[in-house]
């Protein structure tokens, strides 16, 4: 039916988008959160395209002469007209300013595309005349449904933005002011201590545990306290709802149990406490992306342009083994993926100059030794997120191991450790090691600081 139309496309607008870049290199970062290399139809913009992203990755200038050099290197600059046509595309758009309303043309046409192709599929699910109607529907919206998460993308929101879906508030918070050089305070004085003065600057730090032990807990109520204390804090989440963190948050602020919290069973004290904290979080310079698929050059970008807009002091990343790497790489396995995305991660670090926390999974490892305590090469999948970052930090709690009759009949002198976690910091490039306990109260999802004189102990 379609076979004598041609499918749609913008080619003006393309030519439009990598003329851009070729002017404004930086411009690239207002676009990766949404614009993919698969969405230009002429092939030949594509692979300029994706020479831009390669070029963004390895944190090299954007501009005719290095893209030249990379379609040179990738053996294409004369399938796309040589440097004749690179000429060509900058002197047909002016200026870099309208780069976004392009890149969305060339966006809705791709989609335009992937819906062309999707009714052709579902075409073909029909004419295969199956008995399973109900199955024969999934299959159908199964396909409708990967065009729509292929292109659904989000961004950066505030804090407050979140909570006020909560309050149906519409009050908005301007965030300014200088960056500081100082370290960013954990809110855990031990913890400070050990890491001399808080999380420093240019520093990709690792925070890493089995499922379940408080590993996002810990990241939520770092960045919590950071922006208590001034410093502007962008999350990526990308297992957790904004939705979900900000329940978190709220939880910790009002000191309300979050299950009751979620479920909407507090008591009148309780919602006096909750809109109180609804009233602090909403000033906090805190910023939620909660895209769930994204690659790293997408959330660099990303990184970029808050720094740009708002600032930004500190960055965490909800967690590494979720992330994909670049579109350019997709036949790479997983463990050079992972190292492609620890190198990215610590390039962002140092060139926002900000610390970049990262949760991490823990391997399988763990539970299958005798001691469940963690080890560097318990990190999941790639021995390069040990060697990128400055700064590896592991949750352990014995009573996840260990039930109270098993403790009491080899530790009778001691009591059970109940709710304490051990944040063992088995890496720390320009420092000492240590071990700090905390307290986990797991009803208000938040950590709190041990009453202890000694705190923190040297590992051996």
Request: glycine content about 6%; hydrophobic content about 40%.
């Amino acid at each position: 039916m379609y076979a004598d139309r041609l499918l749609p496309h913008d080619l003006e607008s393309e030519e439009a988008v990598i003329g851009s870049l070729l002017i404004d290199g930086d411009s690239l970062t207002n676009i990766t959160s949404f614009l993919k290399s698969s969405d230009f139809y002429v092939a030949k913009n594509r692979w300029c395209y994706e020479s831009c992203l390669a070029l963004f990755e390895r944190n090299e200038p954007i501009d005719q002469v290095s893209i030249a050099h990379e379609l040179s290197q990738r053996e294409r600059l004369e399938e796309v007209g040589g440097s004749a046509y690179l000429s060509h595309l900058v002197i047909s758009v002016p200026t870099s300013v309208h780069i976004e309303h392009y890149a969305h043309i060339v966006q809705r046409a791709s989609i335009m595309r992937q819906l062309i192709t999707a009714a052709g599929d579902i075409a073909a699910i029909g004419y295969e005349g199956s008995t399973d109607t109900e199955g024969t529907l999934a299959q159908a919206e199964d396909v409708l449904f990967n065009v729509r998460t292929g292109w659904g993308t989000r961004d950066f929101i505030h804090l407050r933005e979140i909570l006020d879906t909560y309050m149906e508030d519409t009050a908005t918070f301007d965030v300014s002011g200088e960056k500081s050089l100082a370290p960013i305070p954990t809110g855990f004085p031990d913890i400070d201590k050990l890491l001399g003065g808080g999380l420093q600057r240019s520093d990709m730090v690792v925070v890493a545990a089995r499922p379940s032990l408080g590993k996002s807990t810990l990241a939520f109520n770092i960045a919590h306290y950071a922006a208590s204390n001034g410093s502007r804090v962008g999350i990526f989440s990308l297992e957790m709802s904004a939705e979900q963190i900000a329940i978190r948050l709220l939880a910790g602020e009002a000191n309300v149990n979050s299950h009751r919290l979620r479920i909407g069973l507090t008591n009148e004290a309780e919602d006096r406490r909750v809109l109180d904290a609804i009233g602090a979080l909403s000033d906090l310079p805190i910023y939620i992306d909660d895209t769930p698929v994204q690659g790293i050059v997408e959330m660099r970008g990303k990184a970029r342009r808050l720094e740009t807009q708002r600032g930004i002091d500190l960055i965490i990343i909800d967690y590494l083994q979720l992330l994909s790497g670049s579109e350019g790489n997709r036949n790479e396995n997983r463990v050079q993926e992972m190292g492609l995305i620890s190198r990215s991660i610590k390039a962002m670090a140092r060139d926002l100059d900000i610390p970049v926390l990262a949760v991490s999974q823990l391997s399988r490892a763990v539970e299958q030794r005798p001691s469940h305590r963690p080890l560097l090469s318990d990190l999941r999948e790639s021995g390069s997120i040990e060697q990128e970052a400055d700064v590896v930090a592991f949750i352990y709690r014995e009573d996840q191991y260990t039930s109270r009759e098993e403790w009491e009949q080899r530790n009778p002198n001691d009591p059970y450790p109940q709710d304490i976690a051990e944040i063992i910091f088995s890496k720390h490039r320009n420092g000492p090691t240590g071990m700090v306990p905390l307290y986990f109260k797991s009803t208000l999802v938040k950590f709190e600081s041990l009453d202890r004189t000694e705190t923190s102990r040297e590992l051996v």
